[in-house]
């Protein structure tokens, strides 16, 4: 299971080489299961499928998948389990050449997950950018649930 905490930094290993994709024709699409692509230790963390289709200028990422994620309830503060489903929709392109975009003072390095020199492809940033994304707002232990108990102060 994922901690809200532990997804604030890199807690996914899911780096693949997109090197022989990118060789094939336009449209070419690869189906894997991410418990395949996840590092060693990792396999059960994260459930589901993602597709990678070359595009000619990069790679499709698309799929589904689902994570289980330890988050405390707002209204009693006790630690649950939320079971967190989310669907995967990027454009990955290669470094440099669609890595920048026109700021105020130039061009501006982007923050977005690119195809690395080395055709790497870090697939558990994008896991991890998505399950942030699907984590509910408001976090509750279960819809009636009632808050923190009154302590009656004793007289």
């Known amino acids: 299971m994922l901690s809200l905490e532990s997804l604030q ?6 780096r693949f080489n997109v090197s022989a994709l990118l060789q094939q024709p336009v449209g070419t699409t690869l189906v894997l ?8 230790g990792q396999e059960g ?12 200028r990069g790679v499709a990422v ?3 998948g689902a994570a289980d994620v330890a988050l405390t309830c707002t209204r009693c503060l006790d630690e649950y389990c939320e079971h967190v489903a989310f669907t995967i929709e990027e454009q990955v392109h290669p470094e440099p050449h669609f890595a920048h975009r026109r ?3 130039g061009f501006e390095e982007d923050d977005e997950v690119h195809i690395s020199d080395d055709n790497t492809l870090d697939l558990g940033e994008i896991l991890r950018q998505h399950i942030v ?10 819809a009636d649930c009632p808050g ?7 007289v």
Do not use: Q
């Not at 930094?9 to 899911?14: I, K, N, Y």
């Not at 299961?33 to 060693?40: D, E, F, Q």
């Not at 994260?46 to 990678?52: E, I, T, W, Y």
């Not at 923190?148 to 004793?154: T, V």
């Open 103 to 105: 700021g105020a003072a």
């Open 62 to 64: 698309s799929g589904d």
């Open 45 to 56: 963390l994260v459930a589901g499928a993602v597709r990678l289709t070359h595009t000619g």
């Open 9 to 14: 930094g890199s807690p996914l290993s899911a």
């Open 33 to 40: 299961p991410i418990s395949t692509l996840l590092g060693h």
């Open 148 to 154: 923190l108990e009154e302590i009656s102060p004793d």
């Open 133 to 142: 994304l699907h984590l509910p707002l408001k976090p509750l232990c279960r």
